[in-house]
Nanobody, 124 residues
């Protein structure tokens, strides 16, 4: 069983940056694609970004493309989400998740392990 713990969230002004981390314990992440999702109050969980096992393939939601960057360090069993040019619409709880496969996916149903989330709040 893998445990995923997100960190790095917080309160930031519009235009600012944050870097989220997702550290795994219990099992290695090196054989699995990973993803970031977010959920704003009153809204469904939505896809943000995902990354392949090697990190060579990434995919982003249109709403964050060009502003967010997903990366991973398999030696540290950690996945990152660098978020730049944040705006109030990015306010949400951000979750990292592990796929049960090496290929990337933007569908929540393709992920079997989830962290508890970290709150990101962007003020205008």
């Amino acid at each position: 069983q893998v445990q995923l713990v997100e960190s790095g969230g917080g309160l930031v002004q519009a235009g600012g940056s944050l870097r989220l981390s997702c550290e795994a314990s219990g099992r290695t992440l090196s054989s699995y694609a990973m993803g970031w999702f977010r959920q704003a109050p009153g809204k469904e969980r939505e896809f943000v970004a995902c990354i392949s096992v090697s990190g060579g393939s990434t995919y982003y939601a249109d709403s964050v493309k060009g502003r967010f960057t997903i990366s991973r360090d398999n030696a540290k069993n950690t996945v990152y989400l660098q978020m730049n040019s944040l705006n109030p619409e990015d306010t949400a709880v951000y979750y990292c998740a592990r796929r049960t496969y090496y290929r990337i996916s933007n569908l929540p149903k393709d992920y079997d392990s989830w962290g508890q989330g970290t709150q990101v709040t962007v003020s205008s």
